[in-house]
């Protein structure tokens, strides 16, 4: 098997760092695009993203100290636990809580968390929507594993319960599986109530490309909550006519629309999921019969549907989107992630896209002031031992 490029740079770091240790291992998990069902996971409905090429690497060699040690290159920062204190931790409020929650949920799991140095470097640029912590989390159960095997969906898990319950964002289940599950070339489509998957080959005359509008409004974690929250009390006010409904997932267009006489928000919060589920299945077949028109226009579909009705986007987001639209060669375009900043994702024409690029950066940067980093996503295979 050919070597990752990255991973003798990583080893080379690891030594700087942990100069007495032994030859690490290295392990790699993806950050993320979603192209389609977005805020639908914690609603136990449809996503379809696909993992990227930008991903967190953890190298970990053995601490002969009874210590674990986290090094982050990115932070340029250190860190350290004494290995029977890790039960007891209570979250930091900052990076290192990605790794002291999965190394409390495999404690939990009955998994032994042996003493080492890790080494963690990540590509995926944080806040962008692009699922830098799932990333961490992934990479770094991994790397307390050790190669003692979990099965895929174990891992995932408890990634998710470690963010959950550790780093306290109730979030679903898409980011960490698809890091876990991704597969080169195509996107994954998650079922996430029984929380099977379908393999969905991305046709090979489009490009996918993350604008990242580099910016991050305070307003995104509270908001999300706030959003979990708004969905699960438009399901209470539409279990006294339809008692099965245990989730959004369950619910039907004529259902949302018997909440006209409720709140109007949370009409729209339903509006938003129950179409966005139908929208996934009806990409993933346009996606199968290679139709880019379609794949474009239900990107754009899913846009204002949380712009308008989910209300996550931010004018950031929807300049990049509006003028992504104007562009040629481009089939369509949509924020992808939590929202309120971060990435909009964009499906564009092989010969057009230099032209894309230049033309979205030079439009923000008239516009905000900022320069936009564009990344061009290649869906990549999970999570593993590089
Ligand atoms: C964040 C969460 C995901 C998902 C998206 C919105 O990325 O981590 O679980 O809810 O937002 O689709």
Known sequence: MKEHPLKERIIDGFRRIYPASPKPRVFRAPGRVNLIGEHTDYNLGFVCPAALELACFVAAAPNPAGRLR???ENREELREWPVSDLPECRPAGNWTDYAIGV????????HAIEALDLYVFSTVPTGSGLSSSAALEVSTALALLGGRALAPLELALLAQRAENEFVGMPCGIMDPYVSVFGRDLSAVKIDCRDLGNIIVPIPESVEILAVNSMVKHELGQSAYRERVRECASAV??????HPHVTTLRDADLEMVHELGSGPPALLQRARHVVSENLRVNRWVEAAAAGDLANMGALFVESHRSLQNDYQVSCPELDF??????TLPG????????GGF???????????HVAAFREGIAAAYRDRFGIVAEIHSCRPSAGAGEI
Do not use: F, H, I
């Open 70 to 72: 986290v090094y982050s």
């Open 103 to 110: 190394a409390q949920q495999l404690l939990r799991a009955n």
């Open 236 to 241: 209470e006010a539409m279990r006294s006519r």
């Open 320 to 325: 990049l989107v509006d003028t992504a639209l």
């Open 330 to 337: 481009v089939w369509g375009a949509r924020m992808t992630g």
């Open 341 to 351: 900043g971060g990435c909009t994702v964009n499906l564009v024409e092989p010969r």
